[in-house]
């Protein structure tokens, strides 16, 4: 796999660094992997090959990248575009499908397949979760990006799930939130709400129905902490169904790493995916400060699920 990159240009911050840029630029490598990269020779500046780290690029230098052909684990592919116009786009994706490439993921990736149907790059906004479904915004320009980012910081997301449990009509948590020491659980990235936390969050929650053991409800994030309402739900007694970092046992995470999802797996989650949707975004357009407000319909193992419980 080649990537080709002329992007220095995007950025007033030149001179700079080769392995500094590559990190910050392509997140999906640390520096020190990226350092693996260079050294290995698989990194060309302007058609030579590059071994120094340390090497300062300037703007409108041309970076290749061949980088080591891997297998990725296939994804759901879905993906529907719910707005666009000259400086950004909303899409709605699966719950089955990273946004950014990182670990095991590059091609398969919402970032990647855009870029690949637009023929241009692409600026996500902000961030959603691999199995979290519905909407995520794109700018088209870095400067639109920068823009979109404080005006979604400033709007109204909405988010439906599926937890386990009857939950009351209206409730919140407002518990700080920070990474799990190692010695808390045996998932590397797990994050925990407690009086330890290092991150103020807060997330307002509203049941819309219960059915069964489990109810459907919508969360509104104020703040927006990494994996904030999954740990605030799980932190409120309601985690949600299919979680498996933040579903009550997270060694079903570490068995699906290990084994993939197995049918005595599925069995314990009751859904293959986490069962969260980014439902709705509102926010004042980074252009001409128009109010608008993007919809994803629910999605449809949203639908099955509720089906097969509430009648069951």
């Given at each position: 796999?080649?990537v080709?990159?002329?992007?220095c240009?995007y950025?007033?911050n030149?001179?700079?660094?080769?392995?500094?840029y590559l990190?910050?630029?392509?997140s999906y490598l640390?520096?020190s992997?990226?350092q693996?990269?260079?050294?290995s020779?698989?990194i060309l500046i302007?058609?030579?090959?590059?071994?120094?780290?340390?090497l300062?690029?300037?703007?409108g230098?041309l970076i290749k990248?061949?980088?080591?052909e891997k297998?990725e684990?296939?994804?759901?592919?879905?993906?529907k575009?719910?707005?666009?116009?000259?400086?950004?786009?909303?899409?709605?994706?699966?719950?089955d499908m990273?946004?950014h490439p990182?670990?095991?993921?590059?091609?398969?990736?919402?970032?990647?397949i855009?870029?690949?149907?637009?023929?241009?790059?692409?600026?996500p906004a902000?961030?959603?979760?691999?199995?979290t479904?519905g909407?995520i915004?794109?700018a088209k320009?870095?400067?639109?990006a920068?823009k979109l980012?404080?005006?979604?910081?400033?709007g109204?997301?909405?988010y439906?799930a599926?937890?386990r449990g009857?939950t009351?009509s209206?409730f919140e948590?407002?518990?700080s939130i920070?990474?799990s020491?190692?010695?808390?659980s045996?998932?590397r990235k797990k994050?925990?709400?407690?009086?330890?936390?290092t991150?103020k969050?807060h997330?307002?929650f509203?049941?819309?129905?219960?059915f069964g053991?489990f109810?459907?409800i919508?969360a509104f994030p104020?703040t927006g902490?990494?994996h904030?309402?999954r740990?605030h739900?799980e932190?409120s007694?309601f985690?949600i169904?299919?979680?498996?970092i933040?579903?009550?046992?997270d060694s079903?995470?570490v068995r699906?790493?290990n084994?993939?999802?197995?049918?005595?797996l599925?069995?314990?989650?009751?859904?293959?995916?986490?069962?969260?949707?980014?439902?709705?975004?509102?926010?004042?357009?980074?252009?001409?400060g128009?109010?608008i407000?993007i919809n994803?319909?629910?999605p449809e193992?949203?639908?099955?699920?509720?089906?097969?419980?509430?009648?069951?």
């Open positions: 796999m080649t080709k990159i002329n992007e240009s950025d007033d030149f001179p700079v660094r080769l392995d500094s990190s910050e630029r392509f640390s520096r992997s990226w693996k990269e260079i050294k020779g698989r302007n058609s030579t090959p590059c071994f120094l780290s340390s300062l690029l300037k703007k230098d990248f061949t980088a080591e297998e684990p296939p994804v759901d592919f879905s993906h575009i719910l707005y666009e116009d000259s400086f950004f786009i909303a899409v709605q994706k699966s719950g990273p946004v990182a670990g095991k993921y590059f091609q398969n990736t919402l970032l990647y855009l870029e690949k149907e637009y023929s241009a790059k692409l600026f902000h961030r959603i979760d691999r199995e479904s909407i915004l794109f320009n870095p400067q639109t920068a980012q404080d005006e979604i910081s400033k109204q997301k909405t439906t599926i937890v009857k009351p209206e948590n407002s518990t920070g990474d020491p190692e010695n808390m045996t998932v994050r925990f709400a407690g009086k330890d936390g991150e969050a997330t307002s509203r049941t819309v129905f219960s053991d109810s459907f919508k104020e902490r990494l904030q309402i740990v739900l932190n007694g985690p169904v299919g979680d498996k933040y579903g009550g046992d079903l995470f699906f790493i084994e993939g999802m197995t049918p005595e599925e069995e314990k989650l009751l859904m293959k995916r986490c069962a969260l949707h980014a439902a709705s975004i509102e926010i004042k357009h980074p252009d001409n128009i109010n407000k994803s319909p629910m193992d949203f639908i099955t699920f509720i089906k097969r419980h509430r009648n069951g």
